[in-house]
Structure formats: structure tokens, C-alpha cells
């Protein structure tokens, strides 16, 4: 059926959603209540992973299996939001720890925190303004928020004033007089990884994640699932936005449990607006880390009241799910035999409902199709082209971001197998087909706020390019990136005077139009715009040799507690 290209290694054979409008039809209200660039880098490791995890052989996982049915689908482990756990689980704590409990003796107390652990070349860490309050207790849900003191107040405007006015020694100076506020790590990290810096990008979240948790309210859980964030807090956003990038981080390393269990945070801190959208990412976390079960519980407590059936990512990798289970050898042949059909639906089902997911599907796996498939009106380019906007973004992102999920040859052969029955039912005039092409049309006309979020913060360059220009047109900062349009502002910033931009620097200039009150085409920034695009690289550069050295030459003197029994407190907490 299908032709293996002559560069080819692969073959075929890897909240509500909607609402009834005034006339009673379906309408797209909420897709979700409100990762970078290649994948490919971490085959290897998922390699190794699965050999380790296959010597463990089915006991073990069938006795872990049988211990998560009775929790919550969203239940989160303290010792499982540690990337050591998972990374001494396949490789053993000699490996992963080394000669660190030689070293433990001689490191100083600090307060114990279960998402990261306060690491000795950090600068020495004092409260650093920001507190947590009990907003709410009602019906069993615990709303909290975060709280700016006034002294973060201020350190949060000359923030601002820096990134606006933009002189390089004031960007420094802030970070070295305050190494732990929030919005200069978020902001650094980001510069940091483009410069393609990722331990101190990681590292940099790693120590914002850090002052947070030191400022968790007494009765605050992660694990209860009963906390509440509101994400419309700028003090809150940025609590969201650095588990995200943390999340990120862990699955480039090879963690991608580690992760999962920080998505199921993000998503239990609002389940119902799902300001992140960590619904278009939890499949995908799932399958890299084999848990086909949790998913499955996912969708079919969910789909009730969700629909998570019409979102692409979910209908795709549901049925990639029961065929990863119909593969195990420790099912019956029947169980086997279920399984199997029970995929073959759902895959069909996502095929007829997605069709323009295919082709780019097997672009991005350098699969060939033969001109039956290619050809065919199904399947062919108006099935693209004919895509209402919110819905080529989230194929675009379903694709650019699991694309190397069916990088496998047993996967290309039941993908094959099933778009062979999908073209006979299309050609039989299946009267499924019609059903799914009336929710096209009524349905994904335009995306929420908070997927256009979600894209942004991934960076899956298939998707970005579906943005719609009402978003890409509009200025971001990368602290805090397309804010709610109902934020709730705890404190103004106060007024400051206008300065021309004749007096400012290529690089003032590249900061201020991360401004929302920045005009790309203001005739007088013209001129200065065209410099900066020339001499961007250069500054960016000389900024970051500056961070770079001022981040390693930071150096607090310890004070000697051995004979001063009169010590604060306060620094163990």
C-alpha cells in the first residue's frame, strides 16, 4: 500500500467543551476550561527506559497498577514529584546520587521542600516578600492566593522599570540585590535557553520553584487536589508558569513521569478553567511514560462532562493507548483480542473526525504514502486547507508534539491497516462521516484564550504558525504571557514619566516592545527598530556574559552557627 522513501528509516508497519447555542447546536465555548522544538533528542533515553523497564517484568507493574486504581485520577505523590525518584527507580541511587551523601555531613540545614531541594551553589535564601493567604474554605475546596509585601512591591516595579528602560547594569544590580524574585529568574531562564544555556535555565526555575514553596500557606497540599489558584492574580500566574516551564524541563530530561506528575499539579490548582490548558499535554506525558491506564481513567471520567473525545490529541492517543495495552504478554488472548478492536475503533473514529492529521502526521515520521492514500479526496489537502482555524491549531500541536510517538514500525502497520478500513467506509458512504463533518463545521471556529496560551508557552513551531493574528500581532512578555483579560490587580504600579526613544538603547528598545504598550509601527521607532534587528545578537550576548558573571561570582559569607545557640528562626523556614 504504501512506498518507503529512498531517506526513510520507518515503514508503515507510532470547564465544558461546548455548549447548545440560542438554535440548539453545538458551538465551541471552552476547549479546556479557559515543547519545544524536536523530541527526537530523547529516543535514546526512552529506549533504555523501556529495556529497564521491561527486566522489571509484569509483576511489578501489575501490583502498581492495582494500587492506583483505588485513587483519584489526579492524585499526586510527594516522592514522585522528585525527578531522583524516577531516575534512581531505572538506574539505582549509587548512580544517580554518586558521592553526594559524603557530602551531606558538611552541608548547612535548610527547610525541606518536596519539589526541589535547595541546592549550595544558590545564594544564601531570605524571605524574599512574597506570602500565601487562605482565601476561601467552602464545599472541601481551600482557595489560596500569593501575597506581595510592599518591600516586593518595589522590587517588583524597578523590575518592570528595567525591562521598559533597559540599562543592563540596573537588570543586573536588581538580580544580584534580590537573586529570588520570581519574575527576574522566569525572565533570565528565558534568555538563558535561547542561548541554548539549559542548566541554568533549569536551574534558574529550579530556584524560583524554590522561594515559592518556602512561602506555601501551613495547610496548603499538593496532593490533596483541593487547592485553588486563581489564575486571573498576577501573584498566582506566576506560580503557574514556573511549574509549566519546570514540567517542561523535566520531560527534555528523560523524567517524563516526574512531569506527569506536575501536570496533574497544574491541572488540580484549577481543574474547571484550566488556564494552561494541561489537557492538550497530559496524553502525551502518559504515553512517554507508559501509563496507558491513567489516561484511559482520564478520558473516561471526563468525557461525560468534558468531551475530550473532540479534541485531537485525546481522540489519537486513547486509542494509541489500548494498543499499547493489547501488546503486553500478560493478557489473555481474549483480553488481547478486545483490546485490539477497542483501538481499532477509536483509531478509525479519530481518523474520520481528524482527517487532516495524517498527512503531516507521516511527514514528520518521513513516511511516504502510496498514491491511494495521497490521492484520495479523505484524505488529501483540502482536508487541511478545509480545517476551521481552532482546529488546525490543535491538530498542528497534536502533531508537532507526538509526532515521535509513532515512530515505530508495528505502529505504521496498524495505522495502515486501519486507514485501508477508514477509505472503504468513506468510499461506502458511512453515515458516520457526515456526523463528524457537521461538528467540524459548527464546532472550532475559534480557539479560548487559554490555548493560544498553551501554544506559546510550548513552542511547537507546527503550531505557533497557526496562531491567529489577533495573537500574534499583540506584544507578550515572557513572564507572564497573554494575561487573563479579568485580572485581578492587587497593586498599581506607579506612573512614570514617558522617555523618548530617541535616547534609547538597541538593546532598551529590544526589551520595551516586550511591552503590551509598544507600536512595532510607530514612525518615529522605525529607524531604531531596523538597528536593533541588526545589533540584537551582539547585546544579547554582552547581556548574558554579564549574568553569567554575576551569577558566578555571587558569594554570601555564611555565619558560624556551631557556637551561637541564639541563632533566628526564621532561617529555618
Known sequence: MLKKETRCIKSWGGGKLFELDDQGKLSLFCLLGSIYDDLSVGDDIDALLETLEKKKGPSYQSANSSASEHRPVLYVEHRNLNPETELKRYFGARAVLGDQRSKQRQRQFHRCTWMTVFKETWPRFSRPGISMSLVESKDGIQRFTFEHNRDYQQVQFKFLDAVESMDPNNFVVLLQLNPYHIDSLLQLSDVCRIQEDQETARDLIERALYSFECAFHPVFSLTSGTCRLDYCRPENRAFYLVLFKHMIFLEKRGCPRTALEYCKLILSLDPDNDPLCMLLIFDFLCLRCREYTTLIRLYEEWEVHRNLSQLPNFSFSVALSYYHLSQQEDISPV??????????????????????????????????????????????????????????????????????????????????????????????????????????????????????????????????????????????????????????????????????????????????????????????????????????????????????????????REPQWENNHERDEEEWD
Open 335 to 556: 483480553e488481547n483480542q478486545q483490546l485490539k478492536q477497542k483501538s481499532n475503533v477509536l483509531l478509525q473514529n479519530a481518523l474520520i473526525m481528524f482527517p487532516g492529521a495524517l498527512m503531516p502526521l507521516l511527514d514528520l515520521c518521513t513516511v511516504q504514502p502510496d498514491a491511494v492514500v495521497s490521492s484520495h479526496a479523505f484524505f488529501g489537502p483540502s482536508s487541511q486547507i478545509g480545517q476551521p482555524p481552532a482546529l488546525s491549531e490543535l491538530v498542528s500541536l497534536y502533531v508537532g508534539r507526538c509526532h515521535s510517538l509513532w515512530k515505530e514500525a508495528g505502529l505504521m502497520l496498524w495505522l495502515e491497516e486501519n486507514v485501508r478500513k477508514v477509505l472503504k467506509r468513506v468510499d461506502s458512504h458511512d453515515p458516520y462521516l457526515e456526523d463528524c463533518q457537521n461538528k467540524r463545521k459548527q464546532r472550532y471556529q475559534s480557539a479560548p484564550r487559554n490555548i493560544h496560551r498553551h501554544v506559546l508557552m510550548s513552542e511547537i513551531k507546527e503550531a505557533t504558525a497557526t496562531l491567529p493574528l489577533e495573537v500574534t500581532t499583540q506584544p507578550g512578555m515572557g513572564f507572564d504571557p497573554l494575561p487573563p483579560l479579568d485580572s485581578i490587580v492587587s497593586y498599581i504600579r506607579p506612573e512614570r514619566q514617558n522617555m523618548g526613544a530617541s535616547n534609547e538603547s538597541t538593546l532598551s528598545l529590544f526589551f520595551r516592545s516586550l511591552l503590551p504598550n509598544f507600536n512595532l509601527q510607530r514612525p518615529e521607532d522605525r529607524q531604531e527598530v531596523a538597528r536593533a534587528g541588526r545589533e540584537l545578537n551582539q547585546e544579547v550576548n554582552r547581556l548574558m556574559v554579564a549574568m553569567r558573571d554575576m551569577l558566578a561570582n555571587i558569594q554570601f
